[in-house]
């Protein structure tokens, strides 16, 4: 959940530094490790397809039509009610899955000092997230098969999932600084309802181009055995290339796509 705002509406939060770029910056550094790292966890396990097919595993939760939830699935609703009892959702850092099914708190509420607007909320990439984890990523950081490790390869998904989700999700963070450092090219852009002007003047090129070239050389780092203080030649726990490839294809278009999405309602 998200550090570094300030937890009440009442003390002197400084905002500022919530929504300096740099300080954005540092953060979104910060979740490149954390996903590297899931990605690596995750891809000791083979692809186990059964953990993401219904009714391959006889979990006891079914949806509202009767088919029953596949493993992943009802992991991670489990999951979501565990830490939605704690707050979890409560912070603006965080989306659930299954945001219709969080459940009361068990906690007393925070009140985050009001850095985003209120329609902030609403905004909800992790179905495209799921589909995104399940059809392109899996498939490229995991050998086929089935080695019957289920439960270990559903936990990772899970933590997988949240990860990528709340690197997306931070988009919004990014689309506020932005939006408080140029207000006036941006109200002009967002009242006229110019979907591709917003995304072009957010778009900055380079920048892109080296976040993708860092994210390949940490996986390169991070994914190497190290023996007797030498690394292996050319064998990678996770193909560099491919998440290389995700931050490209996936993450950064996503997160773009979060920050049009805000800004659009920016103003309402």
Known sequence: MLRSLTPSVSSSADLSSVLALDNIRQTLIRQEDTIIFLLIERAQFA???AV??????PVPDFDSAGQRYSLLEYLLRETEQVHGRIRRYTSPDEQPFYPDRVPPLVL???????VLVPQAKGINLNKQIMDLYLQELMPGITEPGDDNNYGSAAMQDVLCLQALSKRIHYGKFVAEAKYRAHPEQYEQLIQNRDHDAIM???TNEDVEKKVIERVQRKAAIFGQDITDGK????????????VANLYEKWIMPLTKQVQVAYLLQRLD
């Open 47 to 49: 692809l186990n397809a």
């Open 200 to 202: 072009s003047t957010l």
């Open 231 to 242: 690394q292996q030649p050319s064998t990678f726990k996770v193909e560099p290339s491919t």
């Open 52 to 57: 993401y097919k219904t009714d391959a595993v």
């Open 108 to 114: 007393p509420p925070i009140e985050y000092a009001q």
